[in-house]
């Protein structure tokens, strides 16, 4: 009989480099390396303001894994790791990681190679995996004109675009080749175009990615570079990749997805925070996006990153501190299409304002798991991966939005989940009457949030009652397992049914060999995986 401690082996000695679609039943948790985590534990001052390094390290990270894993994250999204600028700027010191200089020598202020490496292999070991963020269009300098020599490896002058910032964003001819920032710091634009450069930045790539065993690459500023630049440097990392084109418009966003793996969904996102910030926010409008961009991206938005905070906006929370708003807004990365994303922090209630307030040190809030919004990120995970075992289209199946009767609330139903949110905020008593819920009559369904139970009506329908302005978010009790960390006490579903979902999804992630040992042996054994 084969232990799950075999199993673990099997999955902690493959290197995962894992395709688009081993990526699309993950869940991403993102953190800024320099604020996550410090090496020894210790709690240091950190004043966002000063916008300086404060000590978050490589290896802070991988003593913190628990914290991850314990809230159901399966993969983490870390800074850039190569060598930025040095010393203080107009605007203070490169603790972010996005002002490279040198592209072929790591960021010592994260640690060493050695200790990137052993954060990737602590991540296989747990069946987690590691994204890395990357940026190609731009090194960055600290006067104008800038010290071409202190760049590596493209040193020249001739190696970037002529001098000119970006002002007409219109214009994709200038957003592509121009500058970002401005002369105090400015953001040199790399020549993409030229040959050399662009087989340079190949290799750089697929070497990275080998040298530290990433699972996945985040490209920063993808709508500055030409488009027809990314298939080959996507082919070249040989990994999962999503861009960053930050832009409100679909009709936009959606080209890229025809040249990468993934985008972020910055159109969603947009609508995302204009519909729950306030208790006027317009459901309809956020609905209308997603159901353009199910239309129009090549996948459409089956692998988009589904998120409602990240490094370079305002946390949500300091735009509002109504807490049934901000657990309605949360909920909407889980219960969708795309892959989830939680920017770190989110979880404690963190609430900085822009770039650098919502950068905060994490050390700081104790990483209290004993927490609301951490309690609810716990639920809106189990319950996705739940979802995916008891559904084998699952991912496959776009989401559709049902009538609810009423423009606070929303129903967003993907089976066997149906997501009830509401914009009422948490004054108010929130109800849905969903005819068309889709569930079997007279079905027995719970709230996986509240565990509360709901029955469905003699057609399948639900008719909900919430309070203080909650959302909810149903599943079918025989979707749940009895032993899962979710509503256990009034699950209904085998265990058996549970084992195979894990023993296919692991298998995802496995080479052959091994993905045929572990499907051999599931068909010889009755041993449960719990």
């Known amino acids: 009989m084969l232990t799950t401690a075999f199993v673990t082996t099997i999955l902690a000695s493959s290197a995962f480099a894992a395709s688009a679609d081993q990526w699309q039943n993950r869940s991403i948790y993102q953190l800024v390396t320099d604020r996550f985590a410090t090496p020894d534990g210790s709690s240091p001052s950190c004043d966002t303001s000063q916008r300086q390094y404060c000590g978050g390290t490589w290896k802070g990270v ?26 203080n ?101 790399l020549n993409t175009e030229d040959a050399g450069i662009v087989k340079t930045m190949n290799t750089w790539i697929s070497t990275l990615v080998g040298n530290y065993s990433v699972d996945g690459v985040r490209i920063d500023t993808v709508k500055h570079v030409r488009k027809d630049f990314w298939p080959d440097f996507a082919k070249s990392a040989g990994v999962f990749t999503i861009g960053e084109v930050l832009h409100n418009e679909t009709d936009y966003v959606s080209a890229y997805t025809q040249v990468l793996d993934s985008v972020l969904d910055y159109p969603t996102w947009f ?105 609810h990120v716990k639920a809106l995970n189990a319950a996705r991966k739940a979802a995916i075992s008891a559904n084998s289209n699952y991912l496959n199946t776009g989401v559709k939005f049902l009538s609810t009767g009423s423009e606070s609330s929303m129903a967003v139903s993907k089976p066997p989940m149906l997501a009830l949110l509401t ?77 195979q979902g894990w023993i296919e999804r692991a298998a995802e992630s496995l080479p052959i060999a091994a993905a045929l040992l572990l499907a051999g042996w599931a068909a010889q054994s009755s041993l449960v995986i719990l």
Request: charged share 15%; with cysteine; hydrophobic share 35%.
């Open 62 to 87: 991988a003593n913190k894994l628990d914290y991850i894993q314990n809230m159901g994250f399966d993969a983490i999204w870390i800074s850039p790791i190569v060598a930025n600028v040095e010393g």
């Open 89 to 189: 700027t107009s605007y203070g010191e490169a603790f972010h990681g996005y002002w490279t200089q040198d592209i072929n020598s790591l960021n010592s202020h994260f640690g060493s190679a050695d200790d990137l490496k052993a954060l990737s292999s602590a991540l296989h070991d747990r069946g987690m995996y590691l994204m890395v963020d990357v940026v190609v269009n731009h090194m960055v300098g600290t006067s104008d004109p800038p010290n071409f020599s202190s760049f590596q490896p493209f040193s020249s002058q001739s190696d970037f675009h002529s001098e000119c910032f970006v002002s007409n964003y219109d214009n994709q001819t200038e957003v592509e080749q121009c500058w970002l920032g401005d002369k105090n710091v400015p953001l040199v634009d």
């Open 271 to 375: 609508l995302l925070v204009a519909a729950f910030q306030t208790t006027g926010g317009n459901l309809s409008a956020l609905a209308a996006t997603v159901q353009q961009a199910q239309g129009s991206y090549k996948k459409g938005e089956f692998m988009t990153g589904s998120f409602l905070e990240n490094h370079d906006q305002p946390r949500f929370q300091s735009l509002t501190q109504d807490q049934a708003l901000v657990k309605n807004a949360m909920t909407w990365p889980f219960i969708q299409d795309g892959v989830p994303i939680m920017y770190y922090g989110q979880e404690q209630s963190y609430a900085g304002g822009p770039d650098p307030a919502n950068r905060e040190a994490l050390w700081l809030s104790g990483y209290v798991e004993d927490k609301p919004l951490v309690k």
């Open 423 to 499: 914009n009422g905020g948490s004054s108010s008593t929130p109800s849905w009457t969903v005819s068309d819920a889709g569930y079997q009559a007279n079905e027995e369904l719970i709230d996986v949030l509240s565990c509360q139970k709901v029955t469905a009506d003699g057609n399948g329908g639900v008719s909900v009652q919430g309070s203080s302005g909650s959302p909810q978010v149903l599943m079918p009790t025989s979707a749940l397992n009895k032993s899962g960390s979710i509503c256990a006490e009034d699950a209904t579903g085998g265990q058996a049914s549970a084992a």
